[in-house]
């Protein structure tokens, strides 16, 4: 299973943006770039995913290097509702058991008034 | 949209009695998947159903463990005769297609289930 690299923690302003990096070197050509994150006592919540092309919506932005072995999830302006833990994961595209999921440990975002 | 929605958000029941917890997926989702979290760890995968059919139930415990998706009303586990081992949040998930990369899954706020 192609794995993921995020550091355990970092800490952040309010309204200011931050970068979410994450490593995934052996990631195959088939596998989508995912990120969740967790509040505090909530579920599991859907930011973003993308394959080869930088994505944006309306939480986030998706910025995947062009040898797609690392990607960074940008929020552009951190607010205290974002403090979460954020989990990178890849799933690949053929099916499987992709739902069996692997969380991994993720970043836990501080930010700060 | 209605998101996907679980209930009850908190119990409590006694050791040897019994949980049931409901999962309500996103409309127009047919695809059901069950999760627990114990304290201080990862997500762990339980069952996939759809409806009427059980996917794959190869994270659940064998025994006092089971999971439905009938073809009306909400997908349910149930806990038969708990033990305090069984204290966790249980996360529904659901999808509108089988789960690639290239779709993702929704997760309901969760049932947290605390055995006395």
């Known amino acids: 299973d192609a794995k993921t690299t995020q550091p355990n923690s970092m800490e952040s302003n309010e309204e200011e943006p931050v970068h979410l990096p994450c490593n995934h070197s052996?990631?195959?050509?088939?596998?989508?770039i995912h990120w969740y994150r967790q509040l505090p006592s909530q579920g599991p919540e859907y930011v973003i995913h993308g394959l080869t092309s930088n994505v944006n919506n309306r939480m986030a932005s998706l910025a995947i290097a062009e040898d797609r072995k690392s990607s960074t999830l940008i929020l552009h302006r951190a607010t205290l509702r974002d403090a979460a833990v954020y989990y990178c994961i890849l799933w690949g595209d053929s099916g499987g058991s992709n739902y069996k999921l692997t969380f991994g440990k993720g970043t836990l975002l501080t930010v700060n008034p | 949209n209605a998101g996907v929605m679980q209930n009850p958000r908190h119990l409590v029941r006694r050791r040897g009695q019994e949980a049931r917890l409901r999962c309500s997926p996103m409309?127009?989702?047919?695809?059901v998947y069950w999760y627990r979290q114990l304290p201080e760890e990862g997500l762990k995968f339980m069952v996939y159903l759809q409806k009427e059919n059980i996917i794959d139930e190869s994270g659940m415990p064998k025994e006092r463990f089971s999971a439905e998706f009938p073809k009306e009303g909400p997908s349910i586990l149930r806990i038969q005769q708990v033990v305090r081992g069984d204290s966790a949040a249980y996360f529904c998930a659901s999808s509108p297609r089988a789960f690639t990369g290239s779709n993702t899954i929704y997760f309901g706020e969760g049932s947290w289930l605390t055995v006395v």
């Open positions: 052996t990631i195959s050509g088939t596998d989508y």
């Open positions: 409309k127009g989702h047919s695809h």
